[in-house]
């Protein structure tokens, strides 16, 4: 889930089926792509994404624009997995050094 309107480049996983509002783009992966690995190969292109928002009183990034985002993804599953682990890794060690 990627919050498109406002506060722009908030980001979600939900483990279990949820609903959201027109604010949220949700991406729902099929079984060949490794959803920590989308989740932090989007995170990783947030600062692009708030970029090229739309100039208004309130910042907003449209479904189309969204939609034509690439990401360059590993076709092996396992290799998908290895990446997320590490930035899974990576995140918790700087987390831990903060607090």
Same mark, same amino acid.
């Given at each position: 889930?990627f919050?498109c309107?406002?506060?722009?480049?908030?980001?979600?996983? &939900?483990?279990?089926?949820?609903i !959201?509002?027109?604010? @949220? #783009?949700?991406?729902?992966? =099929? %079984?060949?792509?490794? *959803?920590?690995?989308?989740?932090?190969?989007?995170?990783?292109?947030?600062?692009?994404?708030? &970029?090229?928002?739309?100039?208004? !009183?309130?910042?907003? @990034? #449209?479904?189309?624009?969204? =939609? %034509?985002?690439?990401? *360059?993804?590993?076709?092996?599953?396992?290799?998908?997995?290895?990446?997320?682990?590490?930035?899974?890794?990576?995140?918790?060690?700087?987390?831990l050094? @903060?607090?």
């Amino acid at each position: 889930m990627f919050t498109c309107i406002a506060s722009i480049g908030k980001m979600s996983m &939900s483990i279990n089926p949820c609903i !959201t509002n027109q604010q @949220i #783009n949700s991406i729902i992966p =099929s %079984k060949k792509y490794d *959803n920590e690995f989308l989740y932090y190969g989007i995170m990783n292109m947030v600062g692009y994404i708030k &970029s090229t928002q739309s100039t208004n !009183t309130l910042p907003i @990034i #449209n479904k189309t624009q969204f =939609s %034509k985002l690439q990401i *360059n993804i590993p076709k092996s599953f396992d290799e998908q997995i290895k990446i997320a682990f590490f930035y899974h890794k990576l995140i918790r060690k700087l987390l831990l050094k @903060i607090y």
